[in-house]
């Protein structure tokens, strides 16, 4: 995709989304009807999550990952009376294995967040606006999985390649689903089978992801959030001169919230059994003021 047709599409999706405008952006389409009819979705009340096992082990994937330090030893719990054990944690949230949620203060493009916030509302203290505190109630509603590599007839799609529009359009027709507005949407690559199959590589120069014309499917929907197992991205970047340009456009765009490298892996027998794959969907995220994401374990509940 050239610059010039970037620009037009970018120009096209922030016109079409202009539903999603405010500072919750897509979010507002959460209303308190739709999630209240979202809750319809549980039948059998099985619980399922989305999220992968955060890594603590360095990879081609994982360059820096997170930290897990115990605070007390054996020797400081051992004894009579009552001891606490007591743990350390820290991690990059937007790094390349982790499953985490972009806030809208994630992306800066041409100087500017979403909405044409100024990039000086990001300082050393954190986000003065569109910080992952704009979700601190938790992001809840009715969830859809599409599965590409199942009607692809593959086990995943090789880095590199794309998802299009019209792969949402002929998963929804396979699975007989339809993304209504204020949906959360998941979709399937197989990053996380083809990594536990063939083991971790270096994502940043070779991954699955969306095409950037295929959010204009997501625009006509108008989904309250999208999510992947992957960056949403595909790597190399189809894109002169932006590097993430799915990020652009969702995030800075559209105002649409991101969902980075989550797990389907266990969601999609349980969707394949009940033949059904929409499900009531729950995302919390920590409560951190000004952060620009935040890790979370969104739950399907079927």
């Known amino acids: 995709m050239t610059a010039s047709a970037f620009d037009a599409l970018y120009r096209r999706l922030a016109a079409s989304t202009s539903w999603a405008g405010g500072e919750r952006g897509a979010l507002a389409a959460l209303t308190p009807g739709r999630v209240a009819a979202a809750a319809g979705e549980v039948r059998t009340g099985r619980t399922v999550t989305l999220a992968a ?26 004894g009579q009376g009552l001891r606490f054990a007591r743990d350390r944690f820290a991690m990059n949230v937007h790094g390349d294995t982790d499953s985490h949620l972009d806030a809208l203060c994630h992306v800066v493009y041409d100087g500017t967040l979403h909405g044409g916030v100024p990039s000086s509302s990001v300082t050393p203290d954190g986000a003065t606006a569109l910080s992952v505190a704009l979700a601190a109630a938790g992001i809840v509603g009715r969830g859809v999985l599409l599965d590409i590599p199942r009607i692809r007839g593959v086990p995943w799609l090789e880095p590199g390649d794309h998802v299009t529009a019209e792969d949402l359009g002929a998963a929804e027709r396979s699975q007989r689903v339809r993304i209504s507005e204020g949906d959360l949407l998941f979709v399937r690559t197989g990053h996380r089978r083809r990594r536990a199959d063939r083991g971790p590589w270096n994502v ?24 992947g197992d992957g960056n949403n991205d595909t790597a190399p970047s189809s894109t002169d001169g932006v590097a993430y340009p799915v990020h652009v456009l969702a995030i800075h765009a559209m105002g649409l919230p991101l ?44």
Do not use: K
């Open 259 to 302: 969902l980075d490298y989550l797990q389907f892996e266990d969601l999609v027998p349980v969707c394949a059994a009940e033949r059904r794959w929409s499900f009531f969907c729950v995302i919390a995220p920590l409560r951190l003021p000004g952060a620009t994401g935040s890790p979370v374990n969104p739950i399907a509940v079927m």
């Open 53 to 78: 096992p955060v890594e603590t082990t360095p990879g081609p994937d994982s360059p820096e990952p997170a930290t897990h330090t115990m605070i007390t030893g054996p020797e400081q719990l051992a």
């Open 204 to 227: 940043a120069e070779a991954r699955a992801g969306l095409h950037p014309t295929a959010l204009e499917f997501v625009a006509d929907r108008r989904v309250a959030a999208l999510g």
